[in-house]
């Protein structure tokens, strides 16, 4: 007999090789009906897996969050035996659950197009609604191999001679059909239910090499319930939308040219926004103690095999070979460059924390698939830096860095944000040690800040390949989650280029170094905040705050004279004195986003008044020039600077 451990915290005795099957009826008919899967210890299994020892179980269902995985693995596997009923002669080959859905791909002479999504999806149907067993088979290799090169499929008699000779080699059957696969699955293949689309259709190379066959790569979703896809094909709609490729073009902010793949033309506007980011982040690290430095943008090879990179980044760098056969490489990392910083002049423990911050373009090659407008890039600005501590200041700092960032999200509207702990990966510098020692500093960290309501969770193995780190996620305005900041614990890089600090004693200690950035790449923020407010910057990030535009020439001096006025006040404008229609021009100005339109005639400009129209508003109010350019700066005011003017107004009263 074996003891299961239910969630309830109630202990049953069972024979040795009970299934969750039998577990589920032992209890009700019902449950038996409504389960799907097993979880053992946590690990979900296929229901009708033998359990041979004691542990702790839970019987899923098929409204369990953890069964939405098994609904997509589930429907690509029904997605692939529709293919091949429609299209005899296609080759299946791999089929994984992805964020938000699936994908299979397949080689066929003629590649699939939307066009062929119809037939699929009704075939798909059909299948679901026979609702045949999925059965689990241990094959041996040679069986394996000799069935799928009977049926001509190449690529799946690969796939098994890529499974390690240790793995049992699994296939699962639905009715007729089987495939190669490790499993878990649901119990039929009626439980994906109906609820499931296909999306699109990609090509793809085998095991994603290039000089390998193209495949036909068809992406699709599923759900448990019919409302959970509308809803997210609602979100998909808006973030269309919201795309910041489109966005950027109505907004003129930048472009791109196949001269230069993975970067970025910047337009005045754009380039308006970008620097006033910079600045905000110039004024909350100067706050906080940062001093800013710059870093040469290409340094010889010798630099970048000591600190590391060469070994375990080198795919990743771009390298050229000068005339005396030197080799240089433009930097992926600012890290190696303020240990550099740091090493010139000598430092005591009185001088830490040190605290080294710049904005630094660095370079990593990206796959051309694996561009996407500012958000993916080859060339791209980080707000890096570093702090230089010793062992004991390690989480004091670390909790005015979460702090820090914390603050920093909230000002661009973030609020809702979570923290996840990514832990020593396979391929990493450094000895156990050192890791245990930096993972624990990190893992204090977010105990504390859990204690506090932040959400916080393990990513295990993806951690940098010089130390652990904290990855700050944030939830946009549609409920997507997009991965910004870091703070990561090294004690291995200041060690590696022989960095040390003089003790209390006199003694050399090496400090341990704090990598952080807050946004990220600029870039990808920038697109992230063009998406989460769908183009309609906040007055303070707007690149044009306000356009002046015309009714009738008449008004064409008084517009000018605004405009003056408004620029030596510190706000942003234009002013469009062309000879079209008011509403003509309100609409295109609405296209390109700008937040606020003061209209001027010949009315006005005899009353020294202005009409205000706001992006998105049907409404029009208005008011003098002084009382509305006054309001206008007052709104433009950056938050930290908002902080700073009430901080001083309060402190003023008080005297």
């Known amino acids: 007999m074996i003891e299961l451990t239910f969630p309830d915290g109630a202990k049953r005795p069972y024979p040795a090789g009970t299934t969750g099957l039998d577990v589920a009826k032992s209890i009700s008919p019902s449950l038996a009906k409504r389960t799907v899967a097993l979880a053992r210890d946590g690990v979900v299994v296929d229901l009708a897996d033998p359990i041979e020892a004691d542990c702790a179980i839970e019987l899923i269902g098929r409204d369990d969050p953890r069964a939405l995985t098994l609904i997509r693995h589930d429907a690509a596997h029904v997605l692939a035996e529709a293919v091949q009923g429609l299209f005899p002669g296609t080759q299946?080959?791999?089929g994984p659950v992805i964020e938000d859905g699936f994908y299979y791909d397949f080689f066929r002479e003629t590649p699939f197009t939307p066009d062929d999504f119809a037939a699929i999806e009704k075939r798909m149907r059909e299948i679901i609604a026979k609702d045949r067993p999925f059965t689990k088979e241990e094959w041996s290799r040679d069986d394996a191999k000799a069935y799928f090169a009977e049926r001509g499929e190449g690529f799946k008699v690969e796939l098994v001679d890529a499974i390690p000779a240790d793995q049992t080699l699994k296939m699962y059957r639905q009715g007729e059909w089987m495939d190669l696969c490790r499993g878990p699955h649901m119990t039929s293949t009626g439980k994906v239910g109906t609820a499931f689309k296909l999306m699109k259709v990609a090509g793809a190379y085998w095991r994603g090499d290039s000089n390998n066959q193209m495949l036909s790569r068809i992406y699709g979703t599923a759900f448990a319930k019919q409302e959970d896809l509308d809803a997210h094909l609602k979100r998909l709609e808006e973030a269309a939308k919201r795309d910041h490729r489109r966005l950027g073009r109505e907004m003129d902010l930048f472009h791109f040219?196949?001269?230069?793949?993975?970067?970025?033309?910047?337009?005045?506007k754009g380039w308006n926004l970008f620097q006033t980011l910079i600045g905000y982040m110039r004024r909350r690290q100067e706050a906080a103690g940062y001093i800013e430095v710059n870093t040469p943008m290409i340094l010889d090879r010798a630099l970048w095999e000591t600190s590391g990179h060469w070994q375990s980044y080198r795919e990743n760098m771009f390298v050229t070979t000068t005339e005396d056969e030197r080799v240089f490489a433009l930097k992926p990392m600012n890290c190696p460059g303020h240990v550099q910083i740091f090493k010139n002049g000598l430092k005591s423990y009185r001088d830490l924390p040190l605290k080294v911050g710049?904005?630094?373009?660095v370079h990593r090659y990206e796959p051309s698939g694996a561009l996407h407008g500012v958000m993916r890039v080859r060339a791209f600005t980080q707000d890096d830096a570093h702090i230089f501590c010793t062992d004991d200041q390690i989480m004091a700092e670390c909790l005015k860095v979460n702090d820090l960032i914390l603050s920093i999200y909230e000002d661009f509207g973030f609020s809702d944000v979570s923290i996840k702990l990514s832990t020593r990966p396979e391929k990493r510098v450094g000895s156990d040690e050192v890791w245990d020692k930096a993972e624990e500093a990190l893992q204090r960290v977010i105990e504390n800040v859990a204690a506090r309501g932040v959400p916080t969770s393990i990513n295990p193995g993806e951690g940098a390949f010089y130390g652990p780190k904290l990855e700050y996620v944030l939830r946009d305005a549609i409920g997507r989650d997009w991965q910004c900041g870091t703070l990561q614990v090294d004690f291995n890089l200041p060690g590696r280029f022989?960095?040390?600090?003089?003790?209390p004693h006199s003694d050399k200690i090496t400090p341990v170094m704090l990598h952080r950035a807050v946004f990220g790449s600029l870039e990808r923020f920038t697109g992230i905040l063009i998406e989460h407010f769908a183009g309609h910057m906040p007055l303070w990030l707007s690149p044009v705050q306000a356009v002046i535009t015309t009714?009738?020439?008449?008004?064409?001096?008084?517009?000018?004279?605004?405009?003056?006025?408004?620029r030596r006040m510190g706000l942003r404008v234009e002013v469009d004195l062309r000879?079209?229609?008011?509403?003509?021009?309100?609409?295109?100005?609405?296209?390109?986003?700008?937040?606020?339109?003061?209209?001027?005639g010949r009315k006005e400009a005899a009353e020294r008044t202005v009409s205000v129209r706001r992006l998105g508003s049907p409404n029009q109010t208005g008011g003098t020039a002084d009382a509305v350019l006054a309001a206008l700066v007052d709104e433009a005011v950056a938050p930290d600077l908002r902080r700073t003017i009430e901080a001083a107004e309060v402190a003023e009263a008080a005297e």
Do not use: C, M
């Open 92 to 94: 299946v080959t791999i």
């Open 257 to 268: 040219q196949e001269e230069g793949p993975g970067t970025i033309f910047w337009h005045p």
């Open 358 to 361: 710049e904005f630094g373009t």
């Open 498 to 503: 022989g960095a040390f600090y003089i003790g």
């Open 551 to 566: 009714i009738t020439e008449e008004a064409d001096d008084y517009a000018l004279q605004l405009a003056a006025e408004a």
């Open 579 to 600: 000879n079209e229609k008011i509403n003509y021009k309100v609409r295109e100005h609405s296209l390109a986003k700008i937040p606020v339109l003061l209209v001027v």
